[in-house]
């Protein structure tokens, strides 16, 4: 069976890291035709995903540093 919009769209908001809460609200968002808040909300969750991506390129900066200085070691 194909799936709904509805169920195609939560896959989404899952896959893309949303929590049961932000999922939630986003419907109730979405009921309401509350498109800006829609907006606001994703947004928001992509800020926090590239806020985590630049943590953890500073950490693979680090350890790249720390491979070099020991392979200097040679």
Not at 38 to 45: I, K
Not at 68 to 73: I, W
Request: net charge positive; aromatic share 6%; with cysteine.
């Amino acid at each position: 069976m194909k799936p709904t919009p509805k169920q195609l769209l939560l896959r989404n908001l899952r896959d893309a890291g949303c929590d049961e809460t932000a999922i939630q609200q986003y419907f109730r968002l979405e009921e309401t035709g509350n498109v800006k808040g829609q907006l606001c909300l994703l947004f928001r969750h992509r800020a926090v995903l590239l806020d985590r991506l630049h943590q953890d390129q500073n950490k693979i900066d680090c350890l790249d540093y720390l491979i070099y200085q020991t392979e200097q070691k040679k």
